[in-house]
T-cell receptor
Framework: DAGVIQSPRHEVTEMGQEVTLRCKPI?????LFWYRQTMMRGLELLIY????????DSGMPEDRFSAKMPNASFSTLKIQPSEPRDSAVYFC????????????FGSGTRLTVV | GEDVEQSLFLSVREGDSSVINCTYT??????LYWYKQEPGAGLQLLTYIFSNMDMKQDQRLTVLLNKKDKHLSLRIADTQTGDSAIYFC??????????????FGKGTKLSVKP
């Protein structure tokens, strides 16, 4: 398996633009997580899905953020409109068995909003 | 509340042992984890320990768990320059067959001097 695949690796956009981050989890994993990493706040869980259903989105910063998982092999995180304070590295992770054996992380998308 | 604390920096000489410490607050945490993050990469699961264990050893890695003090440590024997990275402690609080969220510490940056 190629692991958790995220795209793009880097994204630079102007304030106010829409940004869409993509994730392909490991086949057979039934949990998918979106995290955000910044120097100030460390790793923050934004939202997670179980069997494509959003379970907890309490970490989503505000209504500008939305996430979908239309099928077991694809998820998106969208920011509209983007702001400079959204600049961070966004990670997707997937797991099985309730995460007992840990999560597998993608390589992340580095987002810069100018 | 849920919180995982780690010291931010550790510097060692090549060949020495490194010990990275972590404290957590949720006594019901069943699994505890150590992740490694190299520059520009995602988080890689190094090892995990179940809460009914005191110690787990895996090659150069030794994990010690003091459940009474809610203290977790990671010892790296014969530390190499390739071990330079950020190490994250993480717990899943209230794991009871249902999915919990991985709560991460802010990470300890390990620098290995030749």
């Amino acid at each position: 398996d190629a692991g958790v695949i995220q795209s793009p690796r880097h994204e630079v956009t102007e304030m106010g633009q829409e940004v869409t981050l993509r994730c392909k989890p490991i086949s057979g994993h039934d949990y998918l997580f979106w995290y955000r990493q910044t120097m100030m706040r460390g790793l923050e869980l934004l939202i997670y899905f179980n069997n494509n259903v959003p379970i907890d989105d309490s970490g989503m910063p505000e209504d500008r953020f939305s996430a979908k998982m239309p099928n077991a092999s694809f998820s998106t995180l969208k920011i509209q409109p983007s702001e400079p304070r959204d600049s961070a590295v966004y990670f997707c992770a997937s797991s099985i068995v309730g995460g007992r054996y840990g999560y597998t992380f993608g390589s992340g998308t580095r987002l810069t909003v100018v | 509340g849920e919180d995982v604390e780690q010291s931010l920096f550790l510097s060692v000489r090549e060949g020495d042992s490194s010990v990275i410490n972590c404290t957590y607050t949720d006594s019901s945490s069943t699994y505890l984890y150590w992740y490694k993050q190299e520059p520009g990469a995602g988080l890689q699961l190094l090892t995990y320990i179940f809460s009914n264990m005191d110690m787990k050893q895996d090659q150069r890695l030794t994990v010690l768990l003091n459940k009474k003090d809610k203290h977790l440590s990671l010892r790296i024997a014969d530390t190499q320059t390739g071990d330079s990275a950020i190490y994250f402690c993480a717990e899943i609080p209230n794991y009871g067959g249902s999915q919990g969220n991985l709560i991460f510490g802010k990470g300890t940056k390990l620098s290995v001097k030749p």
